[in-house]
């Protein structure tokens, strides 16, 4: 045992040092504010396919893909997978609805944030105001989520403890992540893309090969508790579905992954973003699925110990199941699928406290680099503060981090950005109802004055009400000369916008 | 076609609405969400993304090549969403497996799971032209 905990810090510590390198690489080219935040943005600077498509996978998976994916899985049966099984659709989803949408404002209107988007084609401070605000709610839920989840696994890696270990984590993330922004965030994203996708890969052909297949782990599970295999698996259908639908159209509502599109060298390149990021999305989820059903399998029959907790499903599968070095690679995939998760928060949260609400309220944006690397500091240590104050406080915050993104950006940015008739009223209704909603029925349903019905989520009733909301009102308010499309797509991709000279 | 897209994206939130309705109503009175409720969800779901994909495409929808996968997400998706509701009970180990699964776990997994994967990021980057030339290009 000593041996293997040898070879997993070993590992680690190489990661680190790997992850150092390209922070102090990174830092050295972090020249301007666009650099910063955008990677040097579009033609001329930016960053590649494969990097945008590493650097978008590292940021959707974080460490749920890993632990509490397969512990859910695990604990429910199949009605886990309804969180992962949109991801061959949802690429492509983007592609249509923001990508090319999102990349042309870059080029045009030269923003930097996704509120920025927003103020811009709702000609709206407010709108931009709100969007800006929501991120920042969200991000620090999100971030104190993942610093306690970070600490989490250093601690089970180094075994310091855990408060040492969430301070740790943070300062690790906070070297690179202040030095050198996106490029370092970008570049480290395509390293910790291609640990973690590898290390599913490989630790499913060890489910596999453990389990002597899946008909066999099938058969297993489905003389002790045949409900687990049923589509829904212990899940109502209607929480399965509702996981569908967050997990599908909320992806129209990450910051985190959409602002990389405005980085994207080559415009062209977008062809091939959908099935390059649905597959790597696949070969990244595999460990999500094969885990849960493996460990469900060798402790029904008796090859395992029932788990204490689900979330131990994965460490307890890669330490009792597989060479010490593939536990080592899963321990580190673990670390980098959360520290690249952190990384794209931060950085969004930093543009948004720097550029967007400066602005906001009539100032400047400021053009040097000290404001960000201070806001990338104070976002990160304020994370650390929340998720050592209280671990039921950290769970509510993860919980509300992606339906507060979905419920306020999907509508303005999805419907908004390729409807002309979207208006300024919709936006900024739809923004509140979905800031509002989420804060006041998470609150609710936290504190115990609220208990809704299985299968109901926060996150799909207040998507389902901002859309509505956003529709119906920019319908009866349409304001659009006010309004100010940016480059309305039907307008620059007709065969007849393409022969003009 | 972008109207009908609107209105189909209007439709399927109320539709979910309903169903969350309906989960409201039996849990108000200690009783289980209705089956229609699911079948709701379920066919909602699938236009919904249908709708969203619509309204982004507009006319460009017409190429029928992008009306195919429209449909297919529409129809297909909420399609095998609903007829998951319908997937006989697993009863024990001896029952049929298909590639390892039974058979509402295949229908999620290689069904819903993989197979858009062959048909919807394959035909984006088929149309990618015709749907969303480069701004390069545009200018």
Known sequence: MTEARGVIVGVGLLYFVAIAGIGLWATHRTRTVDDFYLAGRGAGGGIGLMALTLAALSATLSGFAFIGGPGLVYSVGLGALFIVLPASLTHALSGWVLAPQLRAMADTHRVVTIPEALGVRFASRAVRGGAATSLLIAVIGYMATNVLALGLAIDVLFGVGRTPAIWIGALVVLAYAAGGGIIAGIYTDVLQGLWTALASVLVFLRVLEVGQGLGTMSRTIAAA?????????????????????????????????????????????????PLLMSGALILGTLLFFGVGIAVKALVVDGSMAPLVSADDATPRFVLEQTPVWLAA???????????????????????ALTHDLPQVLGRDPSTQLTPGRVATVAITLVAALVAQASSSLVAFLGIFGWGLFASTFVAPLAIGLNWPGASRAGALASIGVGLGGTLLLETAAWAGWLTLPQGVTVSALTLVLSIVVFLVA????????????PRPPDDLTRPSARRRP | MRRTALALLLI?????????????????????????????????????????????????????????????VGLGVGGALMALLSVPPVTGPDDALWGGLPLGAALVVYGIGLLPMLIVPVVYAWTFEHVAPPSQERR
């Open chain 1, 474 to 485: 920019s319908k009866l308010r349409p304001e659009r000369a006010r309004a100010t499309p």
């Open chain 1, 329 to 351: 690679l899963v321990f580190s995939g673990v670390v980098a699928a959360i520290m690249s998760t952190m990384n794209s928060f931060v950085n969004v949260g930093a543009a």
């Open chain 1, 225 to 273: 508790d045949p409900e687990f295999l049923e589509p829904w698996g212990h899940l109502d259908p209607l929480a399965a579905l509702s996981f569908f639908f967050v997990f599908s159209v909320g992806v129209l509502g990450q910051p985190h992954v959409l602002h990389k599109f405005y980085m994207l060298r080559d415009p062209r390149q977008l062809r091939w973003y």
């Open chain 2, 12 to 72: 399927s939130a109320l539709m979910m609405l309903v169903a969350f309705a309906a989960a409201f109503a039996a849990a108000s009175v200690g009783a289980a969400t209705p089956r229609w409720a699911s079948a709701l969800m379920a066919a909602a779901t699938g236009l919904c993304l249908a709708a969203f994909m619509g309204v982004a495409l507009g006319e460009r929808a017409r190429d029928v090549r992008i009306a195919a996968v429209l449909a297919f």
